[in-house]
């Protein structure tokens, strides 16, 4: 079917105006949000990469859906007080957009008005509608459309309150969605959404339950084939996806925070900066091991003032048993995931798994022997702290460092734990015309792939392809993390 009959067809399901839901928790079974959810997606047959509708013809066609949206988020709009402003906002926005000729739409004051991080509750449910992009899904600014749900544990909620503030941070659940997400894609993030302008932004969202079921399906499957007997308590996330989220929770509330702490040498996020993709992948694992390192802390304090007799609140308990919960998820996601997902192309993720691993192995924590693997789990702590603390000097070192120095320092750590291609320039060492010419010498000096797979990962990814190709667009759920049925 064509774009232009597909984006017609749709229209003819809009009939009148859908009754007003009041209650968020089953907004996703309302006729209200049908009709939004298909006005959305027929509308994206319409739309170009930039989000506008460019062919006049299709206009009529892009003018009835987006009636057919608006009527769902009024339909709805009761269901979700605490979003009044950002709805209303919402349909301005729409209304806009299409008076004005479906040009490259423009959603920054719905986008200013949302803001989910004043609402951060366990179970709160919020209606998001914008034309963006989606990370890890796709680069098109269309139009998409979800309902959430937060996860916000009191346990998680006092760590936030305490030592480990985030205020930007937001913990969602996928409850029904558009094609966008029906991806990799496990993020909301406010700088994907299309606009004139670009806001100071106060809020970053994860999709927790499709991190916890992604890894629950993965970790599964590579235990098995690699033989590995898993700890009680990691055996456990296995069988329980509201516990391994809130291990999730845990884990990326402290790792967002560190992107902004410690000692850097460059922006934290390092936003619009081009540099060698080994960079990236020191700093989101420098942000996984201090969530690591945390949750060491938490268990050792908290384990102290049980041996001594102290009592512990309900928080505390809770903030007990799932740090132990969030070593493991780190530990597992980076090694069997991280490594072997996406393409060999700059995969910063997939390096900094690689990291793990071969650092692990080389420190005796971690065997591959007899085809079976193990850990020496009460080394295997300490040696992961070891690795943060090696990148931390190396940041703390680069301070005093010219940018291109600090790549050279860094490639030198990388290297000296996960072996380069033969073909290496950099490995090789960099020709003086690169080493004083500009830094864009240094990074197209890169391969796609300068860091291979090793054998093991070689093995193992012939064999988990399947499996992780199969969590596309997974979502949470009790039954083994396996897809809902749409």
Known sequence: MSTIAAGRAATQTIIGEPEVVEDASRAEHSVAWAQLKGAAMAIRELQAADGSVPDAAHHEAAAELVHGILSGIRALAPAFPHDADYLAACVADFERWAAGGFGVPD???????????????????????????????SRDRLVEALIVEGIWPSFVAALEAGAYGNAMFVSLRLIDFT????????????????????????????????????????????AEITKLELPERAAAMLDDQALTERAFVMWDIIHDRTHMRGDLPFDPFMIKQRMPFFLYSLEELRCDLTAFRESVSIERTLSARVEAGEGLTDDERDMLAHAPLVQYAVIFDRIFRFALTGSRVRNYDGLGGQLLFAWLHQRGVLHWTDTRLAF???????????????????????????????????????????????????????????LSGPPRGFTDAVLDDEFPLSMFFEALQRKMKAVIDSTVGIRGTDDMGRNDAR
């Open 376 to 434: 020496d789990w009460e080394g295997v702590p300490d040696a992961v702290v070891a690795l943060g603390d090696a990148i931390e000097d190396l940041y703390w070192r680069s301070i005093d460092r010219p940018k291109t120095a600090h790549w050279l320092a860094a490639y030198e750590l990388v290297s000296g734990i996960v072996t380069p291609h033969p073909a290496s320039v950099w490995a090789q060492g960099l020709p003086r015309d690169v």
């Open 179 to 222: 094609p966008g997400y029906d991806t990799n894609s496990a993020v909301l993030f406010p700088e994907t959404v299309a606009m004139r302008a670009v806001p100071a932004f106060t809020w970053g969202a994860i999709f927790q339950d499709r991190e916890a079921a992604r890894y629950r399906r993965v970790t599964r499957a590579a």
């Open 107 to 137: 959603f920054l004051d719905s986008l200013t008005a949302f803001q989910p991080q004043r609402h951060r509750a366990d179970g709160i449910r919020h209606l998001v509608v914008f034309p963006m992009y989606t990370q890890n899904g």
